[in-house]
């Protein structure tokens, strides 16, 4: 029977069998090259060492991975509040009846819903805030570009030199420019002029108003650059200003309300459901699967001690 033998081409070369091709690589290629291939000589014995790959040298000083930590906030508080009651409820022998007042079942799905109630009062106040701070820029957003336009109007007008001057007060008290640039190399102090808050911008803009309100000569047919209109522009900025206070007051007082239902030493939500773990833990021992059932609920005091 006879055997096949594999021949390979080399360049173009003639036909050879892998024996006579290993033969040509040792006469052709110089001993060096061959040993950095790793190549041998058909005749010789000697194995060949595996590469070895280095590794890095480690890094002492490298960050550790942080631990995932259990989500805070006052709604964790309150949620995990909620299965608290789910698995007391459910506790088995002998049933979940602590002494008093504050611990008993009743009591703390009473508690459950009054954190409830005064998270949804938070949440409403605080979308009120923002619709009243969001009325309140449309309100004063335009208000500069309109000053450019009274400016123009008192050009117009034939307004004088002092009067353009005191236009030109104003506007920079509103738009918080000054009227001089301050040197960059001056090294001494000097008191801010961005008096950018709201309050001063309506003290601005009442200055632009009464001034061309001052002025004999200043008329418009535009009704948004008569004397009028100015002082209407005015009420819309002290109206709006005044909103956002009375919502930024009411915001306060909610959250004030939800971090006393929450956190008020011993009768808040935390508190009670701290006590709550302890309790049955007495019952069962600090080693029973009921225990292990409601310790792993964190509560987080969120105003400290």
Not at 193 to 200: E, G, M, V, Y
């Amino acid at each position: 029977m006879s055997i096949k033998t594999k021949h390979r081409q080399l360049n173009g070369s003639p036909l050879m069998s892998t024996g006579e091709l290993m033969n040509h690589l040792e006469q052709v290629m110089p001993s060096e090259t061959l040993k950095e291939n790793n190549i041998l000589p058909s005749n010789s014995n000697t194995e060949v060492e595996p590469k070895t790959v280095q590794e890095a040298p480690s890094n002492p000083k490298a960050k550790k991975k942080r631990k995932a930590q259990p989500d805070t906030g006052h709604n964790i508080n309150y949620d995990n509040f909620g299965q608290l009651i789910y698995f007391v409820t459910d506790i088995g022998t002998p049933p979940f009846d602590p002494p008093g007042r504050r611990l008993p079942l009743v009591a703390l799905q009473a508690l459950h819903t009054e954190a409830n109630l005064a998270l949804q009062d938070l949440q409403e106040k605080e979308d009120a805030e923002t619709t009243a701070r969001n009325l309140r820029q449309s309100v004063f957003a335009p208000v500069e570009s309109l000053g450019a336009q009274v400016r123009g109007q008192l050009v117009a007008c034939g307004a004088d030199k002092k009067v353009l001057k005191d236009f030109r007060t104003f506007m920079n008290e509103f738009t918080g420019k000054r009227a001089k640039a301050i040197d960059p190399n001056d090294g001494n102090k000097h008191i801010s002029a961005s008096h950018t808050k709201f309050a001063n911008r309506i003290w601005a803009w009442n200055g632009i108003a009464t001034l061309c309100s001052g002025f004999p000569d200043y008329e418009s047919r535009d009704p948004a650059l008569a004397p009028e209109g100015l002082n209407a522009v005015k009420d819309a900025m002290v109206s709006s200003n005044a909103a956002v206070q009375a919502a930024i007051s009411a915001t306060k007082m909610a959250r004030k309300h939800r971090d006393k239902v929450f956190y008020k030493s011993v009768s808040g939500l935390v508190p009670v459901a701290l006590d709550v773990k302890e309790y049955v833990k007495a019952l069962f021992g600090y080693k029973s699967p009921e225990f292990r059932m409601v310790n792993h609920l964190k509560f987080k005091n969120l105003m400290g001690k």
